[in-house]
C-alpha cells in the first residue's frame, strides 16, 4: 500500500518532499486497522501544486489521487501538505 501511496502522489504532485510513515500498528482495535496493517500512514508532502490552496483543498488533492487505495483498505492519513518556502 506504501508503494502505491508513493507512486500515486509522485506522479500526481510532483513533490519537492514526501515522506510517509505507516502508523497502522498505532490503531490496532480501532475502527478500520487490520492485522497486517497498511491502513494508517502520516503524510509529510511539499509540492508546488499546493501554492494558493487553503489546507481544506489541499487535503481535497491528496484525497482525489488515492481512490483505489481507499477502496481497497487505506482507511485514514494524517497529511501535513504545504507549498515550497512553507515553514
Known sequence: MQER?????????EPQRLDII?????????AGASPGGGTHYRVRIVSGRFAGLNRVARHRLVYGLLPAEFADGLHALALDAKAPGEP
Open 5 to 13: 501511496i508513493v507512486a500515486r502522489l509522485t506522479a500526481g504532485l
Open 22 to 30: 505507516d502508523e497502522s500498528d498505532r490503531h490496532a482495535g480501532h
